[in-house]
């Protein structure tokens, strides 16, 4: 499932409620021509991982959690499980983040 993050208690509230599940963070900007690209894969990542969830969390829209990730560039993922960030990585590559969710789902 793909949700929208919109503010900083909205995202703690849902990764309290993601307990061990594998959250994905997706920090992108609507002027971002790769977030705009990786967008639809991301629905077919969450089709097949229905365990997983997969937040996206506009950048200008969300400053302050992109300060707290030191978000820089776009698309940015993080990767979540019990509250503890596993990995992140930058850039629209599929295949990586494929694998990652592969691996820690």
Known sequence: MV???ND??????KLN?????LVVIDFF???CGPCKMIAPKLAELA?????????K??????EEIAMEYNISSM???VFIKNNQTITQFSGANYDKLRQIVFENK
């Open 75 to 77: 698309p940015t993922f």
């Open 47 to 55: 089709q097949e991982f229905q365990n997983i969830l997969i937040f």
């Open 29 to 31: 900007a609507t002027w």
């Open 8 to 13: 900083k208690n909205d995202l703690v509230s």
């Open 17 to 21: 409620d993601a307990g061990d599940q």
């Open 57 to 62: 969390v506009d950048v200008d829209e969300c």
């Open 3 to 5: 949700t929208h993050i």
